[in-house]
């Protein structure tokens, strides 16, 4: 009885967890699809991470986190700007 209590919980959790998280397509500089997932975070201030994925081989994925690496760089002093955005 509690298993199927919990498992009726969890279920309606990642259910609901699931319609929060959204995703949008990219196409990169070298005609790979990506997809950004943007995931809630609801512990830290209803923040959301964004994650950059990319096809590399046959099913296998590069994750980036773009804007964490932006953000290390601002905070080591580094200007942010379009030049740097673009830059390869």
Do not use: C
Not at 3 to 31: C, F, M, Q, T, W
Not at 45 to 63: D, K, M, S, Y
């Amino acid at each position: 009885m509690a298993r199927k209590k919990r498992h009726a919980i969890v279920k309606a959790y990642l259910d609901a967890y699931n319609k929060l998280v959204v995703s949008e397509p990219v196409l990169g500089p070298d005609a790979r699809d990506s997809i950004v997932i943007s995931v809630p975070l609801h512990f830290s201030g209803n923040h959301r991470v964004e994650v950059t994925v990319t096809p590399f081989a046959q099913g296998r994925f590069i994750l980036s986190d773009m804007a964490r690496t932006l953000g290390e760089l601002a905070d080591g002093g580094k200007s942010i700007t379009a030049a740097v955005a673009l830059k390869k």
